[in-house]
């Protein structure tokens, strides 16, 4: 089954401490993206990568990091700096075209 | 001002009726065009996907490009419970061009 997978479903956080989102995907898609969505705020963009070993800053990275070493995979990381992280967070991935795909999604919850 | 403006809702409808739902945006040069829907505390998937001006239709979804108006439509006819849900519009200049999320319209649909 080709799919998006996230982990995990539902993540809690304490003040000061990061944490790993992880994204994986079987689709063989070269391009991978992080969103997150806020009540009634759409997606917005946090980082993109369309190559392994590259990504790009989108419109909300401040306290956010990403790594992309494999082609399937690209995992989050919502650092302490970042202050207001409860949210859910969308992996998606495309073709290098502008069709995404997105997984089950995470939501983060700070404690 | 926003480049893509989505009402939020909530649009609550009888079952059966037939729902239009609606994006505008500024950036005449969007080309492609998306509507998605997301479930609940799901991720979203891929509904309708057009390029340029013009309808394109799949079963009880109709999908409306009005590329002189700036303007785009998703017509469901016969709605059922189940399409309750929140559905996103998504545009983009290019095929290798970030897409431009509109906040989403939540769509219930009354038995």
Known sequence: ????????????????????????????????????????????????????????????AEGYSVSREKKESFPLTVTSAQKNPTAFYLCASSAMTNTQYFGPGTRLTVL | ???????????????????????????????????????????PELLMYTYSSGNKEDGRFTAQVDKSSKYISLFIR????????????????GSNYQLIWGAGTKLIIKP
């Open chain 2, 78 to 93: 016969d709605s059922q419970p189940s399409d309750s849900a929140t559905y996103l519009c998504a545009m983009s200049a």
């Open chain 1, 1 to 60: 089954d080709g799919g998006i997978t996230q982990s995990p479903k539902y993540l809690f956080r304490k003040e000061g401490q990061n944490v790993t989102l992880s994204c994986e995907q079987n689709l063989n898609h070269d391009a991978m993206y992080w969103y997150r969505q806020d009540p009634g705020q759409g997606l917005r963009l946090i980082y993109y990568s369309q190559i392994v070993n590259d990504f790009q800053k989108g419109d909300i």
């Open chain 2, 1 to 43: 001002q926003k480049e893509v403006e989505q009402d939020p809702g909530p649009l609550s409808v009888p079952e059966g009726a037939i729902v239009s739902l609606n994006c505008t945006y500024s950036n005449s040069a969007f080309q492609y065009f998306m509507w998605y829907r997301q479930y609940s505390r799901k991720g």
